[in-house]
């Protein structure tokens, strides 16, 4: 998950330039990211087996992901 800093600055190459991405026209949902992780898991458990020989903790990354989104939304935006 990006931080708020990062989550507005990211930006693509587009006729020979670079333009910023605007996050809202990607009409990502916060299911968008449960749906992608559930159909990575296996995937990269798999790699991570074969390049490491570890598993990844799936229930870590789920809580990890709440508190983030959390602690993003419930953040007040204060006005200099």
């Not at 026209?25 to 490491?52: C, F, M, N, Y």
């Not at 990890?64 to 200099?80: H, I, K, N, Q, Y």
């Amino acid at each position: 998950m990006r931080n708020k800093i990062t989550a507005h600055t990211d930006v693509d190459f587009v006729a020979g330039s670079l333009k910023a991405v605007d996050i809202a026209e990607l009409g990502l949902k916060w299911s968008d990211i449960g749906r992608l992780t559930a159909e990575l898991q296996e995937p990269i458990a798999a790699l991570g087996h074969v390049v490491r020989g570890t598993s990844f903790a799936w229930d870590m990354l789920e809580t990890r992901l709440d508190e983030t989104a959390r602690g993003f939304w419930v953040t007040p935006v204060t006005s200099a």
